[in-house]
Structures are given as C-alpha cells and as structure tokens.
C-alpha cells in the first residue's frame, strides 16, 4: 500500500469552504482505458476510467484505445484532456487513487 493521502487543505473566503485540490502533472496511458496519474503533492495510481465513464458523448472517441493514448495533463485546469476536449475532473482522480471521498463544496456557518 502507498502513503497515506494527505487531507484536502482547507480555507474560507467568504464564508465559503474551499478545499485546495491537487492538480494531475502527468499522466501515462495504460491498456484497457487505465491511467496512471501523478498529482503535484506525489501521490500517484491507477484509474480505470472504463469504471467511471460510460462510452457516450464526449467520451464515446475515448472507445478507441489509440484515441486514449492521446490523453494529456491539461495546463491550466490540472487534469487530464484528450483532443477532442474531454477531461476528468482531477478531484475525482485523487479520489480514486487515494480512497478519499470527494471535495464537498458548502457554504461555512457563521
């Protein structure tokens, strides 16, 4: 087993929770529609994106194992993109890896 995931950072700006989520910094593709994803704070694993999307869509290309190849760290959002501007959304990633629910957004009681 990997090292234990760190707990999402928390702030409040006005009177909202926000947790600071880790962004994807590289990305490998793996056979049958698995990814191997490393995020800025070192934690890294395998998703099964054929587990967590179905073919439809946006995501239908991504049926193409040569099409999933294709996948990229997007720059500015921190996740993973492919050409066709299909992305996962990296607190779903972290999620999967470490085993830790996802980000709930709420606003903070005062």
Known sequence: MGPAA???EV????G?????LTDVVLVTPLPDHRLHVRFDDGIEGIVDV?????FT?????????AFFGQVKVHAELGTV???N??????????????????????????
């Open 6 to 8: 760190p707990v999402p």
């Open 11 to 14: 702030s409040r700006f006005f």
């Open 16 to 20: 909202i929770v926000i947790a600071m």
């Open 50 to 54: 054929g587990q967590m999307i179905q």
């Open 57 to 65: 869509g946006v995501f239908e290309p991504l049926r193409d194992q």
């Open 81 to 83: 993109c492919w050409p």
């Open 85 to 110: 501007d299909a992305d996962l959304d990296s607190a779903v990633l972290y999620g999967k890896v470490t085993g830790q629910p996802i980000p709930q957004y709420v606003t903070a009681k005062k």
